[in-house]
């Protein structure tokens, strides 16, 4: 099998499509972008084996740029329809990217029940702490005192989601968290991601220069975790309870949880259920 | 309809099982060769509260209660009071109660039927664990003419598991209610029916509509339960995995429609269930799906809304909904079986539909025809298979476009997995290769062809039932669960010399102008029969067709169901 897939020596480009995004220049998801190819072709994947889904915003438009299957759907359901995509076609490597608003506010419940349902993805957020494609609005990771926008001049006033703290909690079963800035360290993580079965969360930080140009500092701020990836649960989320977000370049927690995969695997015909109805 | 029928009703509280004795007396029915119609109605509770079985037994085929009902039993009257306007008598109907479990509800009082002692109760004390269920179905089957060998075969058959015992309890307690009643006044005996072989089967048309689900080659399945839906999921999950496919409890209505879209772009026909509350929720994706191009089917077995409504009761009145809910301009197929056989066929066209198409289907079916159990002759297999068209190979060098802006509107769509069609599907605008696009040609140019692939499709004679007389003056227009008695008042007009067609539309939407006129040529009026309050059926067709200059509707929310009577007294006021 592997000495079949290796004939062609696929490299990132050959997972890139020919169209332009529609970023802003600095954008932190270029860099996403490239580091989802690299990853792809370190893992000399078949682009028509692989599925990268999404939902809607900025880093939704993901699928588009990628010359795999893709499939760019309605704010917030991109996880609903990959765990039908992954469970009516397990033999698909199946990504989903998308951003803080679209997996943590509208989607909120789908990212719960994907963490429990275990469900062999890897979701790739793009956090910017705002919403860009409606033109700069908190977002569900936005500071509380955030007061760039209109719609939240005094700050949005409450407290900011943590979205690997609450992926622990349902149940998620891979969990890294890196940043834009170092892209080589992004297509690493997901590529374990990609190898870890079940259900993985890589949190990325990509700044949006646009409508949080602070944000460019990040760069500067990051820092690489100086932790090792950990089994326990418990631990981990102590450690993600007491960090400021920007201890980045790692996993930081894989458990061992079997991937949920229900077998479609009868071969009975359909005619032979009439037996249920017949008097 | 034609034949002889018989209507009768169990009503009690919850444990007094009637539910589990209706269903022994269709079974037994159909056994001895008859043909019966079930529905149910039960209180809002979880468990327990009050329930009532109505079951309309005869020598053919059988879709509606009929006007009235012949008898009325009740193991015991509390809360029973609550369904008297879903129980019409008369005064040539008989009331059994039972003395010991207090007196008849006055409402039922009101109807003048006649009113007979028995009690169900103390009969059921003289045998050991005799329970007043059995007392009452053995009055019952005495009553009607049900024979007693093949009730005791029924017994046996259903209460093995509980040994040796209980089946002589319930035995026992059966024949102390068929002696019971020797005496009582007469209601309609049936003709013994030839014996019930495999060609016969008894369903239900949520059953029916999983069935036809997987005929259609629907392999998955994701939903979240909702009453009256929930049976369909229920045969569907054991089912699935025997022919190889998957259903999933999804977490709300709204990953249960977006996951059915990833399975289905994964190439495997994919279907949902739900009611009025979450079709409501799935609006926003059906207009992924109609965008993206992607085959799916939803299911809303309907019931009394708005809102969360009444939620064990039936009514038509998602049709708006259905049709209208999609923003934008979203063509998109809606579908409604005709009866409870008919889940089967209009689920699997459906499917069908859906998949040559590469749209979203939506299936009004309604909680009175999905929890109906009907003793029918075997669905015939038809050979509705969803055929997805697949792109031909491609020339070197060419991007294969996936949304292709073909004379027929349907794009040859691939699925992952096949080397050299990677494409992105979308909801947003988008060219003919799937890339988003704002540009008003690009716009233009794929509303057109999702509208053409659904206006341009030859859909035969299945958009509509019609029966009756070639030349009739006169047509009673229907859809959905209403057909049933639409169709019984049909056989009563003719039968009274009226030269009537009935018109029972299958295909909701899109529309067809043409054969809808031809069904029409000749007719001065027609009669548009639904259960809505507002008469959704009857605007939906003023706006979309031309109507005889007469019309008039019969519509009335549910949870009263269209009676054939009322049918036949409108046409026949009308002459």
């Not at chain 1, 299957?69 to 990959?82: E, K, N």
């Not at chain 1, 397990?90 to 349902?117: E, K, M, Q, Y």
């Not at chain 2, 069935?211 to 339960?225: D, E, N, Q, S």
């Not at chain 2, 064990?312 to 009866?339: C, F, M, R």
Request: proline share 6%; charged share 20%.
């Amino acid at each position: 099998m592997d000495a079949c897939v290796q004939q062609r020596d696929y490299t990132a480009k050959d997972y890139k499509s020919d169209v332009k995004p529609i970023w802003c220049p600095g954008c932190g998801d270029y860099s996403v972008l490239a580091a989802i190819t690299r990853a792809l072709a370190t893992l000399q994947l078949a682009p028509e084996n692989v599925a990268v889904v999404s939902g809607i915003g900025c880093s939704s438009r993901i699928p588009a740029y990628t010359s795999v299957y893709g499939f760019h759907g309605v704010h917030g359901r991109a996880l609903p329809v990959a765990t039908g995509l992954k469970i009516a076609r397990p033999d698909l490597t199946v990504l989903v990217t998308g951003g803080d608003g679209d997996g943590f506010s509208i989607g909120g419940n789908h990212f719960l029940h994907a963490c429990r349902r275990n469900v062999d993805l890897t979701y790739i957020v793009m956090d910017n702490q705002v919403y860009g494609m409606t033109k700069g609005q908190a977002s569900p990771t936005t500071e509380p005192d955030w007061e760039g926008s209109k719609l939240t001049p005094d700050g949005a006033g409450i407290e900011s989601f943590h979205p690997l703290v609450v992926a622990l909690a349902a149940g998620a079963n891979f969990i890294a968290r890196c940043s834009s800035s170092d892209p080589n360290n992004v297509a690493d993580i997901i590529t374990q991601a990609i190898r870890h079965p079940g259900f993985s969360l890589v949190q990325v930080l990509s700044p949006c220069v646009t409508f949080r140009p602070e944000q460019q500092e990040w760069k500067h701020m990051v820092r690489t975790a100086v932790v090792d990836v950990t089994d326990d649960a418990a631990r981990a989320a102590r450690r993600l309870m007491t960090d400021d977000g920007f201890n980045v370049g790692k996993v930081l927690y894989k458990g061992d949880r079997p991937a949920y995969q229900p077998e479609a695997k009868g071969a009975a015909a359909v005619a032979d259920l009439e037996a249920d109805f017949a008097l | 309809m034609g034949g002889q029928t018989v209507s009768l009703v169990m009503a009690g509280s919850g444990g007094a099982g009637v539910v589990t004795a209706g269903s022994l007396l269709l079974e037994a029915a159909a056994r001895a060769g008859w043909y019966a119609y079930m529905t149910r109605s039960s209180g809002p509770q979880i468990r327990g509260g009050e329930a009532a079985v109505m079951i309309r037994l005869g020598t053919e085929p059988i879709a509606s209660h009929d006007d009235r009902f012949h008898l009325l039993v009740g193991v015991d009257w509390q809360n029973v009071g609550r369904f008297a306007a879903e129980i019409p008598l008369g005064a040539e109907s008989l009331i059994i109660g039972d003395p010991g479990e207090g007196e008849t509800p006055e409402v039922f009082v009101r109807s003048g039927a006649q009113q007979i002692a028995l009690p169900m109760k103390a009969l059921a004390k003289t045998v050991p664990d005799g329970r007043p269920n059995m007392v009452a179905f053995g009055a019952i089957a005495g009553m009607i003419g049900l024979t007693e060998d093949v009730v005791l075969g029924v017994l046996r058959d259903t209460l093995k598991r509980k040994g040796e015992e209980a089946i002589a309890a319930s035995i026992a307690a059966f024949r102390a209610g068929v002696e019971a009643a020797a005496d009582f006044p007469a209601v309609p005996r049936l003709p013994a029916g030839t014996p019930a072989t495999s060609e016969r089967w008894s369903i239900t048309g949520n059953e029916a509509t999983g069935m036809g689900a997987l005929r259609g080659g629907v392999r998955f399945v994701a939903a979240y339960p909702i009453t009256p839906a929930t049976e369909v999921l229920e045969w569907l999950a054991p089912a699935l995995p025997k022919v190889g496919g998957v259903l999933v409890q999804a977490e709300d209505e709204l990953a249960s429609i977006n996951q059915i879209i990833g399975g289905s772009y994964g190439g495997v026909p994919s279907l949902t269930a739900t009611s009025g509350p979450g079709l409501a929720l799935m609006t926003e994706s059906l207009g992924l799906a109609v965008a993206a191009e992607v085959p799916i089917v939803v299911i809303d077995v309907m019931r009394v809304g708005p809102s969360t409504g009444i939620a064990t009761k039936s009514e038509q009145a998602d049709l708006n909904i259905a049709v209208y809910g999609l923003h934008g301009d979203a063509p998109h197929l809606v579908l409604a079986p005709t009866s409870v056989a008919d889940c089967l066929f209009t689920t699997q066209w459906a499917v069908h539909l859906a998949e040559s198409l590469q749209t979203a289907a939506i299936v009004l079916t309604d909680q009175a025809m999905g929890q109906a159990r009907a003793v029918m002759p075997r669905s015939a297999a038809v050979s509705f298979i969803g055929q997805r068209e697949k792109p031909a190979a491609l020339e070197a060098g060419v991007h294969y476009k996936r949304y292709a802006n073909t004379a027929s509107g349907v794009s040859p769509m691939a699925i992952p997995g096949m080397a050299g069609y990677t494409y992105t599907a979308d909801g947003l605008e988008h060219n003919e290769t799937g890339t988003p696009s704002s540009q008003a040609s690009d716009h233009q140019a794929q509303l057109d062809k999702r509208l053409r692939k659904l206006t341009g499709y030859n859909y035969g004679d299945h958009w509509a039932d019609i029966t009756g007389d070639e030349d009739a003056d006169t047509a009673i227009l229907t859809w959905g669960s209403s057909a049933g008695p639409a169709r019984e008042a049909l056989e009563r007009l003719r039968a009274a010399g009226q030269r009537v067609k009935l018109i029972a539309v299958r295909l909701i939407s899109p529309v067809q102008p043409e054969k809808f006129a031809n069904a029409l040529k000749g007719v001065e009026r027609v009669l548009v029969v639904e259960q809505s309050h507002s008469g959704q059926f009857h605007r939906y067709l003023r706006a979309q067709y031309d109507l005889p200059r007469q019309v008039k509707a019969l519509h009335h929310p549910g949870p009263l169901a269209v009676r054939p009577g009322a049918i036949v007294e409108h046409i026949t006021q009308w002459s």
